[in-house]
């Protein structure tokens, strides 16, 4: 019997130590499951964004402005095209457009000048309407005569940007500037034929050419003004 009581005493003990081991295995198994957890849970946090420069976002401001630019010019060209009942309102719209984009150049350069651009580019748009209208009427005697007025426009607009900023070529302006006619010339004659494919083309390469366009500005811009860009 004593043998017996030894035994069973002996097998208590025994499972006693093994169930305080298990619960400390368990103990420091949720330890170590909760702190993995934790290091996902902050992995998975945004971390916060490095602040952005001034002159980067000068440049996201000036590209949505010259987006529009593009964007609205060719949605002109299709409801002007296609008669539609929105060209008015389109128009409105362009013609805003060109505003917003003299307003952006007003800190660096004075209302005055800001004011200067503005007019320059309703004039280039009003003279697209004529491109536009003259395309549409296949009168090629009045298509040239604008298309003509519309390069003296583009180097008027090019020889007021490299008079007030020594870091714009008048010469590459000019370059950059006759392209975004050619392109939207490309857009207008390819919807008369009926060329979807032709007139997309011409639309993707005209939104990238005026991408780089708008991104020369803003490089000159910061080059000329270091001061305001710390």
Known sequence: MRKLINYLTIMIISSSISNIGCAKSNEQSMKKTSSQMEQTKNTNEVQPVAEISKQENLRMAMRKLWEDHITYTRNFIISDLGNLKDVDAV???????????GDAIKPYYGGEAGDKLTNLLKDHIQIAVEVVESAKKNNKEALGKSQKKWKENANDIALFLSSANPNWSKETLEKMLSKHLDLTTGEVSARLKGDWKKDLESYDKGHAHMLIFSD??????ARQFPEKFK
């Open 91 to 101: 128009s409105e719209r362009l013609m805003k457009n060109q505003e917003e984009i």
């Open 216 to 221: 020369t500005l803003v490089d000159g811009i």
